[in-house]
């Protein structure tokens, strides 16, 4: 897995998905944008930083998730008011929250069930 490189940022891109009923998919490495199955484009996901999606029917895989989670790549949709109503990103990464995740996942059974 790609660890997080800040020197790397400038590289990085952002996919801004605006046009409405595509489908994002992951294959061979490349996000994938297609429309009435005939491919529109791809990126490669090493490139990309984040995937915001505020069209409207809109459809991804759940290969595509987990492929951006794997290059520790952020997915936001949106509202069709464009504002963001959910962040994901990647549990495994060098930040705060991915090290409270991991250790409520590696508590011990009793903990767990306290939590």
Same mark, same amino acid.
């Given at each position: ?12 891109? #952002?996919?801004? #998905? ?29 490139? @990309?930083?984040?995937? #915001? ?20 790549? @952020? ?15 990647? #549990? ?8 409270? @995740? ?14």
């Amino acid at each position: 897995m790609p660890a997080f490189n800040p020197e790397r940022l400038a590289m990085d891109r #952002i996919v801004d #998905i605006a046009t409405d009923d595509l489908h994002l998919s992951a294959y061979r490495g490349f996000l994938v944008v297609s429309l009435d199955r005939q491919e529109q484009g791809r990126v490669a996901l090493d490139d @990309i930083q984040a995937v #915001i999606v505020h069209a409207h029917g809109v459809t991804w895989t759940t290969s595509l998730v987990v492929a951006l989670a794997e290059h520790c790549t @952020i997915l936001v949709p949106c509202t069709y008011t464009d504002t963001a109503v959910a962040f994901i990103s990647p #549990i495994d990464g060098h930040h705060p929250r991915a090290a409270r @995740i991991r250790a409520k996942v590696d508590a011990a059974r009793p903990l767990f069930k306290q939590l």
